[in-house]
């Protein structure tokens, strides 16, 4: 009895929310292609951005002009066909059809429309060697061909991605090259605005064959088991790139586990950048810098006593120069002193400064007449 009344409530309530509704219908198209849905030919349009928010579409009225829908009744089939020929953003949405008549305010039918599209499809690569070890070149007039050239004996992590919206299914070939002992893995995710994202990757060995034929990587994007859009790039291998032995390169090849890499360690696992890292430093350079910081610290020593000791020789120079100088200009005696000495011995010797003797005293004069 209480599961029977249980039942009835649980009934009711449905009926009351409006969650007793018609299944909901997909309408997947290309952005720019027409589509279409039907209604009774005596039923009313309805169109929300989200379910259960309806407002009418009136077939001359202004508010949903910007969708372009087409009034088409088709008497004998009982049918009201709502068309437009170019599908955009614009109609992304919730339709639905019920009469007007009805009190109840479920529609009889639900369209849901989304809009297909192709977000991005690329294909890139990171290169585990010498900076110039891969170099990508793409053709200028068709986008899906390129060349790939990279140096013999390289480790190379390929990947073939897509975005897109609108599609389920959906799926990525990549063909293997190279020395690849592992299977290629394929990762899905779906993001908060419903579009999926498609990677797909493969971790191989490129080196030189005896037939040396170039190979051709591969990447196609498949959408309801159909060829959407692809990739080609032929791969040339040129020669080997020295590596730097004093360089131990943190870009290391890591091989995939035998199982191949998991969904969630291929996305989540830290992958290295195309950038180049510095490496680390070994014995030798430690070695080679010790010893030129030693001499570099003995040279500087040396220039600081040479610099003490011109200094000093400089000093003593400037010295020995203000000596010589005084000496030359020394005061000679002048004035004679008149003592008592001098009086008792007039027969000293003179004052040992003599008033020199004007020229013109003995030298003969000439007139010019």
């Not at 020295?242 to 091989?255: A, K, N, Q, T, V």
């Not at 180049?276 to 910081?293: A, D, E, L, Y």
Request: with cysteine; charged share 25%.
């Amino acid at each position: 009895m209480i599961l029977n009344i249980f039942s009835i409530n649980l009934l009711f309530a449905l009926i009351i929310s409006g969650s007793w509704c018609a299944t909901i219908e997909q309408i997947i198209v290309p952005t720019g292609e027409s589509f279409s849905f039907d209604c009774r030919i005596d039923d009313s349009v309805y169109f929300a951005h989200k379910l259960n928010e309806w407002s009418e579409i009136q077939e001359n009225g202004e508010k949903y002009s910007y969708l372009n829908l087409n009034f088409m009744y088709l008497n004998q089939e009982n049918i009201l066909r709502l068309k437009s020929n170019a599908a955009d953003s614009q109609h992304i949405g919730y339709y639905g059809c019920r009469r007007s008549t009805e009190r109840r305010h479920e529609m009889n039918r639900i369209y849901r429309l989304i809009l297909a599209d192709i977000d991005s499809f690329y294909w890139s690569y990171i290169c585990h060697a010498q900076p110039g070890a891969c170099i990508r070149f793409d053709d200028p007039t068709d986008e899906t061909q390129s060349t790939f050239e990279v140096a013999d004996k390289t480790k190379v992590d390929l990947f073939c991605c897509a975005s897109v919206s609108g599609y389920t299914n959906i799926n990525i070939n990549m063909n293997q090259i190279g020395d690849n002992q592992n299977k290629i893995t394929i990762k899905r995710k779906q993001e908060l605005d419903g579009s999926w994202v498609v990677c797909a990757t493969q971790h191989t060995l490129l080196q030189r064959t005896y037939s040396r034929a170039p190979e051709t990587f591969t990447c196609e994007l498949l959408i309801d088991d159909q060829v959407y859009s692809s990739f080609y790039s032929a791969v040339i291998l040129t020669d080997a790139i020295l590596i730097d032995p004093d360089i131990d390169s943190s870009d290391g090849f890591i091989p995939p586990p035998k199982d191949g890499w998991k969904n969630d360690d291929y996305f989540n696992r830290q992958r290295p950048s195309n950038g180049s890292r510095r490496g680390k430093m070994t014995t030798g350079k430690q070695i080679g810098i010790i010893i030129g910081f030693s001499i570099g610290g003995l040279l500087l020593l040396g220039l600081l006593f040479f610099l003490i000791f011109d200094c000093r020789r400089k000093k003593q120079v400037l010295n020995n120069s203000k000596n010589n100088k005084s000496n030359q200009h020394a005061v000679v005696r002048t004035t004679k002193n008149l003592n008592k000495k001098e009086e008792q011995n007039p027969k000293e010797e003179e004052p040992l400064y003599v008033e020199p003797t004007p020229s013109y005293e003995n030298a003969p004069i000439f007139l010019r007449l």
